[in-house]
């Protein structure tokens, strides 16, 4: 974990560091956030971000780094308040702890804030369709849909290149493998049987005729 600590008391930033350093987190420390935005960059994994600091406060800094970064941020400071808090999340915060707290305390939410983003870009949606791509479960107008091993890759393919004419051959190539020297037309069956599964959005496969197939999602399909 690398995370950028924004604070301006130095004893809060010492008992953190000491804390995440023992557990193998890497922090840097910046004592305003005109030395933060200076410092960040898309190595870090969190941010570590003061509300009440000289200079420009939390929420600005937070809303600087939102313009230009998606890393998760979690608001530390003594502002309790549920409008504060919400201030904080309108402008792209996502959690928040209050002084006083334990060092444990920062270091359980932050992995539990990085498990819960992570767990969230493992998934993909396109149209009616979401995939959590942990679990491969694939999900359909939110109901579950049983696919095969194939029958999932070739989804996961299909999203990963929307809208981009895909020949057999490259079905073939991804899906089956270089090594694959039987007929073509499985590609059509296995086209068949996926679009049957995901029922409601069958029409996102477009066929391409004498070429292959188009994975392309209709915003009118409900």
């Known amino acids: 974990m690398r995370v950028l600590l924004v604070e301006d008391e130095k004893l809060i930033r010492v008992f953190i560091v000491e804390y995440f350093s023992k557990q193998g987190a890497e922090v840097i420390e910046?004592?305003?956030?005109?030395?933060a935005l200076s410092l960040l960059d898309d190595a870090f994994d969190?941010?570590?971000l003061d509300i009440?600091?000289?200079g420009i406060d939390g929420y600005e800094v937070c809303k600087l780094i939102r313009q230009r970064n998606d890393v998760p941020i979690l608001f530390i400071s003594a502002l309790s308040e549920d409008e504060n808090k919400l201030k904080g999340f309108e402008l792209g915060a996502d959690d928040f702890i209050s002084k006083p707290f334990t060092p444990s305390l920062l270091y359980a939410k932050c992995h539990a804030l990085l498990k819960r983003v992570k767990k969230e870009n493992n998934s993909l949606s396109e149209g009616i369709i979401h995939i959590d791509e942990?679990?491969?479960e694939v999900f359909v107008?939110?109901?579950l849909v049983q696919l095969s091993h194939k029958e999932?890759?070739?989804?996961?393919?299909?999203?990963?290149?929307?809208?981009?004419?895909l020949s057999r051959n490259q079905l073939l190539d991804q899906i089956w493998g270089y090594d694959?020297?039987?007929?073509?037309?499985?590609?059509?069956t296995y086209v068949k049987k996926l679009r049957k599964k995901i029922g409601a959005a069958a029409p996102y496969i477009q066929t391409v005729v004498k070429i292959g197939y188009m994975f392309d999602p209709k915003e009118n399909i409900l």
């Open 46 to 48: 969190i941010v570590l």
């Open 141 to 143: 107008n939110n109901e």
């Open 134 to 136: 942990d679990t491969h």
């Open 52 to 54: 009440m600091m000289p």
């Open 180 to 188: 694959y020297y039987g007929d073509q037309r499985i590609v059509d």
């Open 152 to 165: 999932y890759t070739m989804l996961i393919y299909f999203i990963h290149n929307k809208r981009k004419i």
């Open 30 to 35: 910046a004592e305003d956030g005109y030395e």
